[in-house]
């Protein structure tokens, strides 16, 4: 009996060790063991008390009668499945008749307390059928992103969501995108993590910032045109626009309408054009995009109704042409004046950071969900990089980006420095740094940069 007693002790001191340190390794190692049982154990006492179970029917109560039994319990939803994740369980639930998933999204909270969990999320996955995601710990207190991701085109996992799934910035999807967030917020972090994400891909990237390119420039190796200051970003916007108008025409000249071309092969985009022929996709970072916005007079007044104006018509038409608009800010609303409300409501992809009031998380979230919104400014000063992710469909997560110094990110873009392609109607803007290569890279894989 000692020695067992000496053993209990033993595991027990590891695990709250473990749960210390590793939390993480505590769940993999005991909490979801724990966790299962206490969910199965729990689940119709819990259940009842949250509201979520149904009367009985009338036939079982006419049934009890006529067999002299007592009354049947109320019935809560049926577990489908109970499957134990890498950092939590996920339920999948069975409603009952007169049940309705916002019901099950509505007492979340009081899940998460009852079944001792530190975070519950619900989703519909089909009419009747409910996932309740349960995290076992804090994921975003210690950010650790899976080994592996799903690599894809124009897809890039920039941050863990607080599910334990990853959070993918999918260009394809979600074409633009706006970040806001405070000094000192996290959103230099989640911007290198990006340009990390991208680099290693078959895309060209376009800078601008106005702080005098001290968040863009050390990474110029891996762009293809940058702007530190507002006059240059007016005339490389205009040269994208100049660019756009071009790969429209290549487009047209291959939508290869024809009788005999089956209708997934019509091209109105580059994605449908042949390898041979798809002009390089774009994505423009612009830092800052109050500094594009201010004016001090008159001829700063046209120079910024010039920037916002291209802005805007690149994101309403730049997807086509594979450009993309990724701008960053610490504030974004109206007072910078007309037009700026017309941008926003072509980002469709919305990230807060830590704001300084509520109406910078208005700015991200007032149009499309108010529970982002109050998430958004609930975000405490000392997570710094805990943003809050959401998109027109007014579906929003809590994610945080994993730490990146600024040497990292560096390096990354230095490694794939030879990816940076040479796009002829940007060449102006490249920047000028030893080891540039001075060889172009054509507009498209074969076709001439003229094309």
């Known amino acids: 009996m000692t020695g067992f007693t000496v053993a209990l002790v033993l595991v027990v001191a590891a695990a709250g060790l473990l749960r210390w340190r590793r939390p993480a390794w505590y769940w993999l190692t005991f909490g979801v063991t724990l966790a299962s049982i206490r969910v199965l154990v729990r689940y119709a006492t819990v259940m009842d008390a949250c509201g979520l179970t149904v009367p009985p029917s009338r036939w079982r109560l006419a049934l009890a009668r006529a067999t002299n039994r007592p009354a049947p319990e109320s019935r809560p939803p049926r577990i489908l499945l109970l499957r134990p994740t890498r950092t939590g369980l996920v339920l999948r639930l069975k409603l009952r008749p007169g049940q309705d998933a916002f019901d099950v999204a509505a007492a979340s909270d009081r899940l998460r307390h009852s079944f001792s969990m530190y975070g519950v999320t619900s989703r519909e996955l089909r009419s009747g059928v409910v996932e309740v995601g349960m995290t076992g710990y804090d994921v975003l207190k210690r950010v650790q992103m899976p ?73 110029a190796r891996r762009f293809s045109a940058l702007a530190d200051n507002p006059d240059t970003a007016a005339d490389l916007l205009d040269a994208l626009v100049a660019r756009m108008g071009e790969v429209y025409q290549l487009i047209r000249a291959e939508q290869r309408i024809t009788a005999d071309t089956p209708d997934a092969e019509i091209a109105a985009d580059i994605w449908d054009l042949p390898d041979h022929l798809r002009p390089t996709p774009i994505v423009v970072l612009v830092d800052e995009v109050a500094e594009l916005a201010l004016f001090a007079s008159k001829e700063e007044e046209k120079r910024r109704d010039r920037i916002i104006t291209a802005l805007v018509r690149l994101a309403q038409l730049g997807r086509a042409a594979g450009i993309y608009l990724e701008i960053c800010g610490q504030r974004f609303g109206s007072e910078l004046g007309k037009g700026i409300t017309m941008l926003r409501a072509q980002l469709t992809g919305r990230t807060a950071h830590r704001v300084n009031d509520e109406t910078s998380a208005n700015m991200a979230f007032g149009d499309i969900s108010p529970d982002a919104v109050l998430a958004a400014i609930q975000i405490p000063a000392e997570m710094r990089g805990v943003a809050v992710a959401g998109n027109s469909t007014g579906g929003w997560h809590r994610i945080r980006a994993p730490h990146t110094t600024l040497r990292q990110a560096v390096n990354v873009c230095n490694r794939h420095a030879d990816r940076t392609p040479y796009l002829p109607e940007l060449a102006p803007f490249r920047p000028a740094l030893p080891g540039t290569p001075a060889a172009p890279v054509p507009l498209s894989k074969a076709a001439p940069a003229t094309a």
């Open 147 to 219: 080994a592996t991701t799903e690599t894809r085109p124009m897809r890039v996992a920039v941050a863990l969501r607080e599910d334990g799934s990853v959070h993918y910035r999918d260009y394809r999807a979600i074409p633009h995108a706006l970040t806001l967030g405070a000094t000192e917020s996290g959103k230099s972090v989640y911007q290198r993590n990006l340009v990390a994400g991208l680099a290693a891909q078959d895309v060209a990237l376009v800078g601008i910032d106005c702080k005098q390119g001290v968040e863009l420039f050390p990474l």
